[in-house]
């Protein structure tokens, strides 16, 4: 149900999440994660499993794409005395708009909640997945459901 001319209408009211991590036993380092407007949306020095970072998209827009780029190498330099970009280990894109199915936009505007975008980094490149945060019916704590993409669990 959405239009080819405005594919961001789908989204309008949705705050977006965003959830980046990486697979278990990785690091990835100086990580910069762009929109397709080429807005930095996230970074990081170092990206990890027990690292991740959970926060709200600034821009309250649902990217078409993403691309995450990160570095080795990258530091102060003592001898010269100035920051080292190092060389890209990394640089990936992944669709994320046209992959959130319909259902779950219809259930947060019916139910309420949260989309998550939902971010996971590899050495050869990025895994993509979605999930609706609510608040629990007693509590604090959020519940997560609808999970989708490329991996599926919700707490980790």
């Known amino acids: 149900m959405h239009t080819a001319t405005d594919p961001q209408k789908r989204f309008k009211g ?14 990835m380092e100086q990580v910069v994660i762009y929109d397709d407007l080429g807005w930095e949306i996230y970074s990081s020095a170092t990206v990890a499993r027990r690292n991740r970072s959970i926060m ?3 821009s309250g827009r649902v990217p078409l794409t993403v691309r ?5 190498g990258a530091g102060w330099d003592n001898v010269k005395k100035l920051w080292n970009d190092g060389v ?8 994320v708009a046209k992959r959130i199915p319909d259902d779950i936009l219809r259930n947060i505007r019916e139910h309420g909640g949260n989309l998550r975008l939902k971010f ?19 509590g604090d704590v959020s519940i997560f459901e609808m999970p989708g993409g490329d991996f599926l669990e919700t707490r980790y």
């Open 14 to 27: 949705m705050g977006p999440v965003l959830v980046v991590d990486a697979v278990a036993g990785t690091e």
């Open 56 to 58: 709200a998209v600034g």
């Open 68 to 72: 995450a780029v990160w570095r080795k």
């Open 88 to 95: 890209i280990a990394g640089d990936y894109s992944v669709p």
């Open 120 to 138: 996971r980094l590899k050495p050869d490149g990025i895994l993509f997945g979605w999930d609706i945060e609510r608040a629990a019916p007693l």
